[in-house]
Every structure is written in structure tokens, then in C-alpha cells.
């Protein structure tokens, strides 16, 4: 049974910083592209950040330059370090397993809250 669990969530100050961890179990974690998503309430998950099974990083162009995916294939752990943190990043984070071609299934994290408040 495939299952991802994130993890590190919580309440910082803007400017802060935190990491999350996502830890995989069920799947053969150093073939699938990690990935990191966000819902702020009220609004549509969005991507964050992605990392491939070789380590290269992409980022949308709000979390470039504060955020940085990385990845332990020993651990099956996929982190996200979040930096400078604003109340506009506020939202559930969920990270996302993505299988190398042909396979279609993906798995999905239960999500980890943030909230970046003063």
C-alpha cells in the first residue's frame, strides 16, 4: 500500500523558515518525480516545486530564490525548505509521487499546514 506522509507544518512569523518532509512507504521511491503542491483556502492547489529522479529542481516563480526541494532516496524522503516566509504562503502543502512513464498512478500526501503569521 503506497502512502506518503508530510510532515513539519505549523505557525512562523513572516520571515520565518521551516521544512517539510515527505516520507514515502509502498513505492519504489527513486524512480518517481517528487513533487510539492499548496492550497491556500479558498483557492486551487497549485505546484510549488519539483524534483526528478536524478536531483534536478524546477520551481514556480514564487517559491525561486526562498524555497528548495531536495530529496533522500535512502530515507524515501522528499523536503522542502521554506525561507523568508510570507503570509501569502500561507496553505496546506502536500507533496506528490509522479511515476516514470507508462505508469499513470499517481500518490498524494495528506497535507501539512502552514501558516505564516504574526
Known amino acids: 500500500q503506497a502512502q506518503l506522509v508530510e510532515s513539519g507544518g505549523g505557525l512562523v512569523q513572516p520571515g520565518g523558515s521551516l521544512r517539510l518532509s515527505c516520507t514515502a512507504s509502498?513505492?519504489?521511491?527513486?524512480?518517481?518525480?517528487m513533487a510539492w503542491y499548496r492550497q491556500a483556502p479558498g483557492k486551487q492547489r497549485e505546484l510549488v516545486a519539483t524534483?526528478?529522479?536524478?536531483?534536478?529542481?524546477n520551481y514556480v516563480n514564487y517559491a525561486q530564490g526562498r524555497f528548495t526541494i531536495s530529496r533522500d532516496n535512502a530515507k524515501n524522503t522528499v523536503y522542502l525548505q521554506m525561507n523568508s516566509l510570507k503570509p501569502e504562503d500561507t496553505a496546506d502543502y502536500y507533496c506528490?509521487?509522479?511515476?516514470?512513464?507508462?505508469?499513470?498512478?499517481?500518490?498524494w500526501g495528506q497535507g501539512t499546514q502552514v501558516t505564516v503569521s504574526s
Open positions: 506528490k509521487a509522479e511515476p516514470p512513464w507508462p505508469a499513470t498512478v499517481v500518490y
Open positions: 524534483i526528478g529522479t536524478s536531483g534536478s529542481e
Open positions: 509502498g513505492i519504489a521511491f527513486r524512480i518517481y518525480v
